[in-house]
């Protein structure tokens, strides 16, 4: 009886370790309630390509040092058995909650990707995280503060950061813009503008590898070693709040999904004027009680959006974005090499977005519309302007 009962945990942990990375539900990435979240930030150096990653445990009982994280590497995302590496490692950063550091790697002749496997000493408990590791990845540079890589995309205005190239002694060239890029189309919408290959840039500098600067105006930036080539880095420089809105003049345009055309002009008529905002809200929902919870509930979902998706523009105005916005967090995650699918079992609805990128963010992710979302979308919005969620 023993015997078997050592077979069969040895089959489960290989069927477990065995699955392809197209196999796995990775909802988890998108859950403000899981107990830890892993970012992998891969950059392409002349030495080579570096992995930064940053990971947090979120509940108190559970420290960083009672997890452990192995490293294995796959050539295809359908390929079911992994090699487990020990790559060169960094740290950045050990606490009690926290873990940060950075891989190095050769430039490799072909992608393959690299996979965080996370277990929970104490648990059991498993999740996989990844990163692709390409010769021809874009992004060649990034952002440092008080010695530490920027992991997310997005920074605070009026804070010094130091940017580094790949290595090589070239200034940087700077683009600023200050564009207010639209928001995503409704998931029934027939047309859906693309992103833009070229932007115009409102300003342009020059800066020193390794120097330090603080980035005074909000809006997007794009660092390039080489102007001709689609290659480079980009962030959003916002306020101190961000991922969070505080600001009165922030909290207008997300309510375009979820008013008329009507309301949502009298919102821009109000001028950001908060007696006028409130009154608006509470016209929609038509309680008090029932406008507390929706502004309190609504701009948690902005704040996780942003968390979640920014890319050259704020993370609520993404497809991925808007569609957490509206439906929160999906019952299932599946990604390939080209495509990120949701499924929600309580709305019997499922998201296919396909990876679009350009220089600007090349994990970018576009919505397949369908006018078959419109009665799922219309239901849902009147569910938030009831406050029912």
């Known amino acids: 009886m023993q015997r078997i009962i050592v077979i069969l945990l040895l089959f489960l942990s290989g069927w477990a370790f065995g699955q392809s990375l197209t196999s796995l539900n990775i909802n988890y990435l998108y859950d403000p309630q899981n107990e830890i979240t892993m970012q992998l930030k891969p950059v392409r150096l002349q030495s080579g390509i570096d992995v930064y990653y940053e990971f947090k445990t979120q509940q108190t009982e559970y420290s960083a040092e009672g997890y452990t994280i192995t490293w294995e590497k796959r050539s295809t995302y359908t390929q079911r058995n992994a090699e487990e590496i020990t790559p060169e490692m960094h ?25 965080a496997r996370v277990k929970n000493n104490a648990t059991g408990k498993n999740w996989t995280f990844s990163a692709v590791v390409n010769p021809k990845y874009p992004v060649n540079g990034y952002l440092e503060n008080q010695g530490q890589v920027v992991i997310h995309p997005f920074i605070e ?11 090589g002694e070239k200034p940087l060239s700077v683009f600023y813009y200050k564009e207010k890029f639209p928001a995503g189309s409704p998931p029934f919408a027939e047309k859906q503008a693309t992103a833009d290959r070229f932007l115009f840039a409102d300003s342009t500098f020059t800066i020193k590898s390794g120097s330090s600067i603080v980035f005074k105006k909000e809006g997007l930036y794009l660092v390039q070693e080489d102007t001709t080539a689609a290659e480079g880095f980009t962030f959003r420089a916002s306020s101190q709040s961000y991922p969070k809105y505080t600001r009165m003049e922030d909290l207008t345009a997300p309510m375009v999904f979820i008013t008329t055309n009507e309301e949502y002009d009298q919102l821009v008529a109000a001028r950001d ?24 509930s609504y701009f948690r979902r902005i704040e996780l959006a942003n968390q979640y998706f920014t890319s050259y523009k704020e993370g609520w105005k993404t497809d991925r974005g808007m569609v957490y916005l509206v439906f929160g967090v999906p019952t299932e995650v599946s990604r390939n090499e080209g495509n990120e699918i949701w499924y929600y079992k309580n709305f019997q609805t499922r998201f296919t977005f396909v990876k679009s990128g350009s220089v600007y963010d090349p994990d970018t992710y576009v919505l397949l519309r369908d006018k078959r979302y419109a009665e799922t979308w219309y239901n849902t919005i009147d569910l938030w302007r009831k406050s029912r969620f």
Request: glycine fraction near 6%.
């Open 273 to 296: 004027e908060k007696a006028k905002f409130d009154k608006i809200i509470l016209d929609i929902t038509g309680d008090k009680d029932r406008a507390k919870n929706f502004i309190r």
């Open 91 to 115: 740290d950045e950063e050990n606490t009690s909650a926290i873990k940060k550091g950075w891989l190095k790697f050769p430039l490799p002749d072909k992608t393959w990707w690299l996979l």
């Open 157 to 167: 205005t009026k804070k010094e950061y130091v940017v580094k190239g790949s290595g």
